[in-house]
C-alpha cells in the first residue's frame, strides 16, 4: 500500500519560531510537493522539488523554504511563523510524469501560528 | 485569470440522484490532463478520476464520469445514484507546465458536496 506520511497532523508555534514540517513517501517517487489549504482557496502549490537537491517554486513561496537532501524526505520550512501562515498543510509525491499519475497525499499538518 | 474554475461552493443533492460538479479550465498548452479529487471531512485527499487532453473518450472509473468538452473547456464530475459516502468537498485539477519544463497540479477553490438521505 502507497503510502505518504506527516511529522505532525496538529502543530501549534509562536510567531516568530522556525518550523519545520516533515514528509516522507514510500514510492520512490521523484517529485515531491507541498500545499497550503485554506477555506475558498483551495490548494495553493508553495514548493516542489523534482529531484534530490532540485526544487521550484510553486505559486506563494514567500516565506517559505524547502529541503530534499533524500529521494524519499521533503521538508517544509517556515523560518520565523507568522499568524497568516496558520493553515493545513499538505505534502504529495508523484511519479516524474504526471500524464495518468495522480499525485499521492499525505493525511496534512494542521498548523496553527499564535 | 484562474486557471481552473469550480463555481458552486456548495451542493445539496438527494440521495441516489445523479450529480454532476462543473469545473472549467483555461491553459493555451495542448498538451494537458485533468484530475477530479475527493476529499473527506477526514482531510485525506482521493484520486477520482484522469482525462488526458488527447483522450477521445470520456474517463469512467465506477460511479464516476467525467464529461470532458474540450471546445467549451470543461471537465465536469459526473457522480451517478448518489451515497450518503459521497458526501465530501470536491476538487478539480489541471497538470500544466512550468516556466522550467516540470510539471505540476493546479487546483480550483473546491465544491461541497453533501448527499440528503
Known amino acids: 500500500d502507497v503510502k505518504v506520511t506527516q511529522s505532525s497532523r496538529y502543530l501549534v508555534k509562536r510567531t516568530g519560531e522556525k518550523v519545520f514540517l516533515e514528509c516522507v513517501q514510500d514510492?520512490?517517487?521523484?517529485?515531491m510537493f507541498w500545499y497550503r489549504q485554506d477555506p475558498g482557496l483551495g490548494l495553493r502549490l508553495i514548493y516542489f522539488?523534482?529531484?534530490?537537491?532540485?526544487?521550484e517554486k510553486g505559486d506563494i513561496p514567500e516565506g517559505y523554504s524547502v529541503s530534499r537532501e533524500k529521494k524519499e524526505r521533503f521538508s517544509l520550512i517556515l523560518e520565523s511563523a507568522s499568524t497568516n501562515q496558520t493553515s493545513m498543510y499538505l505534502c504529495?509525491?508523484?511519479?516524474?510524469?504526471?500524464?495518468?499519475?495522480?499525485?499521492?497525499f499525505g493525511p496534512g499538518t494542521r498548523l496553527t501560528v499564535t | 485569470a484562474q486557471k481552473i474554475t469550480q463555481t458552486q461552493p456548495g451542493m445539496f443533492v438527494q440521495e441516489k440522484e445523479a450529480v454532476t460538479l462543473d469545473c472549467t479550465y483555461d491553459?493555451?498548452?495542448?498538451?494537458?490532463?485533468l484530475f477530479w479529487y475527493k476529499q473527506p471531512s477526514s482531510g485525506e485527499m482521493i484520486f477520482l478520476i484522469y482525462?488526458?487532453?488527447?483522450?477521445?473518450q470520456n474517463a469512467t472509473e465506477g460511479r464516476y464520469s467525467l464529461n470532458f468538452q474540450k471546445a467549451r473547456k470543461s471537465a465536469n464530475l459526473v457522480i451517478s445514484a448518489s451515497q450518503l459516502g459521497d458526501s465530501a468537498m470536491y476538487f478539480c485539477?489541471?497538470?500544466?507546465?512550468?516556466?522550467?519544463?516540470?510539471?505540476?497540479?493546479?487546483f480550483g477553490t473546491g465544491t461541497r458536496l453533501t448527499i440528503i438521505p
Open positions: 485539477a489541471m497538470r500544466e507546465l512550468t516556466n522550467f519544463g516540470n510539471e505540476k497540479l493546479t
Open positions: 482525462q488526458g487532453s488527447y483522450d477521445q
Open positions: 504529495a509525491s508523484s511519479r516524474r510524469t504526471l500524464q495518468t499519475y495522480e499525485q499521492y
Open positions: 522539488s523534482y529531484d534530490v537537491k532540485m526544487k
Open positions: 491553459t493555451s498548452d495542448p498538451s494537458y490532463g
Open positions: 514510492m520512490d517517487h521523484e517529485n
